[in-house]
Nanobody
Framework: QVQLVESGGGYVQAGDSLRLSCAASRSIFSINYMGWYRQAPGKERELVAHIIRGGSTNYADSVKGRFTISRDNAKNTVYLQMNSLKPEDTAVYYC?????????WGQGTQVTVSS
């Protein structure tokens, strides 16, 4: 089992950038899947991006070309670099991990993008 703590959210203007961090309580080296999800009020939680062991990534169409997910195993951290932010990116962003015998969610970090 692992605990996840997101950070890096904030209030920014359209076109600005943020980098979200998800720090894990233990090594993520052996975790095959880590992802970022987001949820706006009244909407379903949706996948933003994920990265698997080995570095392959996947992105939602809405963020493709603007967001980049990466992981630093030495720091037990996964990142989401968000560029060219849009108001529709406003949501609570959650880190998620899936392992062989458990899955975990972080507490979320708020991202608000003004026009």
């Amino acid at each position: 089992q692992v605990q996840l703590v997101e950070s890096g959210g904030g209030y920014v203007q359209a076109g600005d950038s943020l980098r979200l961090s998800c720090a894990a309580s233990r090594s993520i080296f052996s975790i095959n899947y880590m992802g970022w999800y987001r949820q706006a009020p009244g909407k379903e939680r949706e996948l933003v991006a994920h990265i698997i062991r080995g570095g392959s990534t996947n992105y939602a169409d809405s963020v493709k070309g603007r967001f980049t997910i990466s992981r630093d195993n030495a720091k037990n951290t996964v990142y989401l670099q968000m560029n060219s932010l849009k108001p529709e990116d406003t949501a609570v962003y959650y880190c998620y991990v899936y392992a062989n015998d458990y899955s975990s969610w972080g507490q979320g970090t708020q991202v608000t993008v003004s026009s």
